[in-house]
């Protein structure tokens, strides 16, 4: 196909069409001002971008940008060199700044998972019946004036002028116990391979002696979930034993667990 004649100065760029060329003294300010905001020269996570790009006529772009022959060059001026369209620069901001949120997002990962693990818990919330006294009043009709010498019925106690008795639905300890964030604990049980689908995990054990707290870090640290799993029982299986080994004969998790 014979290539078109442009004006002098011009070029043609994939979907704007004729504009200035890289060696034409009119500016591109359409793409220009793209720059404008993001200051590529004094813009460190850019150039970081920049230098990560896949697309070598980006990290191209990098070098010429800083180099100081290139100092007063213009960014679109460069970026035509590199035969970079304003829509591909465009496009590669958007990506980038993708990336960083992600690259964000992911540095509080672990603390999320803390907050969620947390939030998993089965939590501990004053009791409703006694509003975390931890006793209730004993009413009139529930106990009417005693008779002189009548005995004060078993667990109850006077508390000032008035009747009192242990909370029958907290036990006296003024807590109750609320089951954690039903979504928490998905998000963490899933997370650690109890998938709903597949039930059952296999758990591998390696056989550390020793009462120790190192010991029993290394059997925890030895404990490992496949959640390949797709049996519906969870499974136990001693892989090995070292000369410190103690008992442990029948390998299930209550006989090597101290
Ligand atoms: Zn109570």
């Not at 190192?214 to 490992?224: I, Q």
Request: charged share 25%; net charge negative.
């Amino acid at each position: 196909m014979p290539k078109p004649s442009l004006p002098p100065g011009t070029m043609l760029e994939k979907y704007r069409g004729e504009v200035p060329s890289w060696d034409s003294p009119d500016t591109d300010e359409v793409y220009e001002a793209f720059f404008e905001p993001v200051k590529p020269r004094d813009n460190p996570e850019f150039q970081q971008a920049l230098a990560a790009s896949t697309d070598k006529r980006f990290r191209e772009y990098l070098r010429q940008l800083n180099l100081p022959k290139n100092r007063n060059k213009k960014c679109s001026t460069i970026a035509k060199v590199m035969d970079i369209s304003l829509a591909e620069f465009i496009d590669f901001l958007r990506t980038s700044y993708r990336a960083q949120a992600m690259s964000v997002a992911a540095m509080r990962l672990p603390e999320i998972t803390t907050h969620m693990a947390n939030d998993a818990l089965t939590q501990k919330e004053a009791c409703g019946r006694c509003d975390g006294w931890g006793f209730v009043n004993v009413t009139a009709e529930e106990l009417p004036p005693l008779e002189d010498g009548q005995p004060i019925p078993g667990g109850v106690r006077p508390m000032g002028a008035r009747w009192v008795r242990d909370c029958p639905k907290c036990g006296a300890t003024g807590q109750t116990s609320k089951p954690g964030d039903s979504h928490a604990r998905d998000k963490i049980l899933q997370l650690n391979g109890f998938d709903k689908k597949s039930g059952g995990v296999t758990v591998a054990i390696n056989n550390y002696g020793g009462n120790g707290i190192e010991a029993a870090g290394a059997r925890f640290a030895a404990l490992t979930f496949d959640i390949s799993a797709d049996s519906a029982e969870s499974e136990v299986i001693q892989i090995d034993s070292d000369e410190r080994g103690h008992a442990g004969g029948d390998g299930s998790v209550e006989a090597d667990a101290d």
